[in-house]
C-alpha cells in the first residue's frame, strides 16, 4: 500500500490547471508597447495554460486602481488579479496602499518570500519592495514591483507554480 500524499501535493492533484487572470500594470509612463512587466505577466501565464481576461495600464492614481479592481472583483470571469508597479516607496507610488487596503485575507508569506528571494538577487534594496498579496471579494490579488527582474522573480518562483492550488484554496 502506498503512502498518501501530503495534503500539498494533494491539493495540488486538484488544483484548476486554467486561472483567469487579469493584469494591471500600474505607471505613469509605460504604454501596451513598452511595458516589458506586463508583457511578462502574460508570457508566464499562458505558457502554464492559464487564461489572461484583461490586461490594463492605469497612472499612480489610488482611485483609478481602485476603480479597476473593483471591477475585475465583481466580474465571475476573473479569478486573479496580478498588478505590477507602485509597490516602493516613492511619492507617487500608492498600489501597495490601495490594495493591502481592500484586502480581506492576507498572505503575508509572498511578500516575506518575495523579499528574500529578491535579497539573494539585490541585496539590501530588497526592503524598498512592498509586494504583497491577499483575497478581495473572492479574488486573489497579487502586487509585484514593475521592474522587469522582479516580475521574473515573482512569477517564475512563486506565482507560477503555485498559482492554481492558491484558487483551488481560495475556492475550497
Not at 495540488?12 to 500594470?25: D, E, M, N, Y
Not at 503575508?108 to 491577499?134: K, N, T, Y
Not at 471579494?137 to 507554480?161: E, F, H, K, Y
Request: hydrophobic share 40%.
Amino acid at each position: 500500500m502506498s503512502e498518501p500524499l501530503p495534503s500539498y501535493q494533494e491539493h495540488r492533484a486538484k488544483a484548476p490547471g486554467v486561472v483567469a487572470c487579469a493584469i494591471l500594470t500600474v505607471s505613469d509612463t509605460r504604454t501596451p508597447e513598452n511595458d516589458t512587466s506586463g508583457s511578462l505577466i502574460r508570457e508566464r501565464l499562458e505558457t502554464k495554460g492559464h487564461r489572461v481576461r484583461d490586461y490594463v495600464i492605469v497612472p499612480d492614481e489610488p482611485a483609478q486602481i481602485r476603480v479597476r479592481i473593483d471591477q475585475w472583483a465583481a466580474d465571475a470571469n476573473v479569478e486573479c488579479i496580478l498588478s505590477n508597479g507602485g509597490t516602493g516607496i516613492a511619492q507617487r507610488d500608492t498600489t501597495y496602499d490601495v490594495i493591502s487596503a481592500m484586502l480581506e485575507k492576507r498572505l503575508d508569506g509572498f511578500g516575506e518570500i518575495f523579499r528574500q528571494l529578491s535579497f539573494q538577487e539585490i541585496g539590501a534594496a530588497a526592503m524598498l519592495s512592498r509586494a504583497v498579496a491577499g483575497t478581495y471579494r473572492g479574488t486573489l490579488i497579487m502586487a509585484m514591483p514593475g521592474s522587469t527582474n522582479a516580475v521574473r522573480l515573482a512569477m517564475d518562483q512563486l506565482i507560477a507554480p503555485e498559482l492554481g492550488h492558491l484558487i483551488f484554496e481560495l475556492n475550497k
